[in-house]
């Protein structure tokens, strides 16, 4: 077959628009940052945090709707063991995923004003924990962008007879220039564009397909075994454990992800960020609905009577590319040439996600925390740089593998599900958690889901739940193994976080043993405005270090509870407490107003936090510092 000359057109007027929007939101992004004198890495990273709802929305549902997601949900469609049932699942799961981040996350990770979702690991942990954390997001990421450039390279490949290889790699150059030149601003803004042609030509195609002679109507064969097996999928009773496994493993896996984080924290207010997830999330659904219709059409096609010929794409072992081979022989050639325009805008939209994902745990998380704290800000922009484009071409580079869709998407989502997700939960909420929980919930989740076994990469279970059975010679799992691993996790970092408080803080274990310092770690989370107990009953006072005084007209220390830093404040003669408010000077600062009887936090921006001076009124004063 010649190379299809119109199709190979269309593609290059789609990667100048779109190179050409990244280019210019890059300009935009950079008239912004020296009219505000912003932050060079918050720019690039999170916009400056001035994302409205609209470019948010759109940029909030490309993070899902990708070329995994497009191609990978027809080929689930099409497998006879996941059909509808697990489909159906999987995007509902995937909906209330943005709703719980939306009601839960948003406000939390906005509030404390993190750059990354792993900023919480470093105050708490320290940056030994942090760079395992950010190894596991990184994998996650890396395995990523391979899954979604294999859709498009498959796609490009059937369709327009260009070579696997050059299809991909000239796709993921423009996603990596326009990513490194304007960092989230490139990515929102070429999102618009993205989002929309993927959702104007997805429904162009479905009707194309569903009324082509070779394919039967579909619901006569969603429950019949005719030319396929039943699109409905296989909801039998002894598969619902599994489908309990995917319903908790497509709703909470995203939050472990650094994407949908990095919108939230993006977004221009916390009622912003909650307006995108709850609109993308009806946005899947709303996707998702196309993606189903093509699924059952290819199901329930007649291969023998097309082009393509028999047997079937699922007897040949080509199930990964039913898509594009349906594009090529179910529909009119300038149809299937809109049918790859919407594959590359999906695989476009969540790879420069990926990509600006890592790019932004490498340098805010190791480089600027760990490796070279006293980094310059334009030393931190071309480190930026430099990560977009190694994440770049290793994640490309992994597409030479060639496998499934489905499996580069779940090895990165089982990442994200089983060793991030319950380590982000613990951190944020559950005060109790201590870098010796969190080490061994890494190795009880990752060994016990191991050990579990996984057929799609050929890795036999040694542990058998029970209802494991022996299907053409390899052992399936039917119990909810990925929830388990998950929820081992989480006990296994409550579990050994208590342990290790009890023992070194009881004196069982002698404090020299405390290689991690527990007894000194510090919480991400400030004080709430909830005590009314006295605050020498609350508090004890340590020296603070002379660099994170930011005024200080008098002697002071800093007032913590043990774990919680909160700020500056001295004691007068009689051991009284000025009760005065101070105001913030930056946004990562809290304030607090303290007296003998109640102590009450104010959040920075409000007119109750605009004393005088920085309680120079008093003769003591109240101070802030860095937490």
């Not at 099409?78 to 909906?95: A, D, H, Q, V, W």
């Not at 650094?258 to 977004?267: E, F, Y």
């Not at 039913?322 to 590359?344: D, E, K, N, R, Y």
């Not at 201590?434 to 996984?454: C, D, K, P």
Request: glycine share 8%; aromatic share 10%; proline share 5%.
């Amino acid at each position: 077959m010649a190379v299809n000359v119109p199709g190979v057109i269309v593609m290059v007027v789609f990667y100048l628009l779109v190179l050409g929007t990244g280019i210019w939101a890059s300009w935009m992004s950079k008239r912004k940052q020296k009219k505000n004198a912003a932050n060079l890495m918050e720019m690039a990273l999170l916009g400056n945090r001035n994302i409205n709802w609209v470019v948010g929305i759109f940029t909030m549902t490309a993070t899902w709707v990708g070329g995994v997601t497009i191609v990978g949900t027809v080929e689930m469609m099409y497998t006879p063991s996941i059909g509808l049932t697990r489909t159906m699942i999987m995007l509902i799961s995937f909906s209330s995923c943005f709703i719980i981040g939306g009601l839960i996350f948003a406000k939390t990770m906005r509030e404390r004003k993190f750059v990354t979702m792993l900023d919480p690991f470093n105050i708490k942990y320290g940056k030994v924990m942090t760079t395992v954390m950010s190894s596991a997001a990184l994998i996650s990421d890396l395995t990523w962008v391979p899954g979604t450039l294999t859709g498009l390279g498959g796609t490009m490949s059937v369709v327009l007879d260009l070579p696997f290889s050059v299809c991909i790699w000239i796709s993921a150059a423009v996603a990596i220039i326009y990513t490194l030149l304007g960092g989230l601003y490139s990515v929102a803004y070429t999102d618009i564009i993205q989002v929309v042609l993927i959702f104007v030509s997805i429904f162009i195609c479905v009707p194309f397909v569903l009324t082509n002679p070779s394919t039967l109507d579909i619901s006569q064969t969603l429950m019949n075994n005719t030319l396929h097996a039943p699109w409905i999928g296989q909801p039998e009773l002894k598969n619902v454990w599994l489908m309990i496994d995917d319903f908790f493993f497509f709703a909470l896996n995203l939050l472990g992800c650094q994407w949908i984080h990095q919108r939230i924290l993006s977004s221009s207010s916390t009622t912003t960020a909650k307006i995108t997830c709850f609109v993308a999330s009806f946005n899947i659904l709303l996707f998702g609905t196309p993606l189903i219709l093509l699924g059952a059409a290819v199901s329930s096609t007649d291969w023998n009577q097309t082009t393509y010929g028999s047997p079937s794409p699922y007897e040949r072992g080509e199930a990964a590319m039913v898509l594009p081979i349906a594009l090529q022989h179910l529909t009119p050639p300038f149809i299937s040439i809109i049918g790859i325009g919407c594959v590359a805008a999906a695989v476009m939209s969540s790879a420069d996600s990926a990509l600006l994902s890592a790019s932004s745990i490498f340098t805010n998380n190791i480089y600027k925390n760990i490796l070279r704290p006293q980094a310059s800000d334009r030393e931190i922009q071309w480190v930026i740089r430099a990560a977009v484009v190694v994440v770049g071409v290793v994640g490309t580079s992994l597409t030479s593998l060639k496998n499934s869709i489905v499996t580069f998407w779940l090895l990165s989502s089982e990442i994200a599900y089983i060793v991030v997700f319950p380590q982000l939960v613990c951190v944020l909420f559950f005060n109790i958690s201590n870098i010796y929980g969190a080490t061994m919930g890494v190795v009880v989740g990752s060994v016990l889901r191991l050990l579990s076994g996984e057929p799609k990469i050929d890795l036999q279970p040694v542990l058998h739940f029970p209802g494991c059975t022996l299907q053409d010679g390899a052992y399936i799992q039917c119990a909810p193994v990925k929830t388990i691993s998950m929820l081992s996790t989480f006990a296994a970092i409550l579990l050994f976080s208590y342990l290790a408080s009890v023992l070194f803080n009881k004196g069982v274990l002698p404090e020299k043993w405390d290689v991690f310092k527990v007894k000194a770690q510090h919480s991400p989370r400030p004080v709430q405005n909830k005590s009314r107990r006295n605050p020498a009953s609350v508090f004890r006072s340590v020296p603070l270090p002379v660099n994170e005084v930011l005024d200080s007209p008098s002697p002071a220390t800093a007032v913590q509870d043990g774990t919680h830093r909160i700020g500056l404040t001295t004691v007068d003669d009689t051991g009284g407490w000025w009760g005065r408010p101070a105001f913030a000077v930056s946004q990562s600062f809290h304030t607090y107003r303290c007296s003998q009887k109640r102590l009450t936090g104010y959040r920075p921006g409000t007119s109750a936090a605009s004393d005088e001076g920085l309680g120079r009124r008093h003769r003591n004063g109240l101070l802030l510092a860095r937490e």
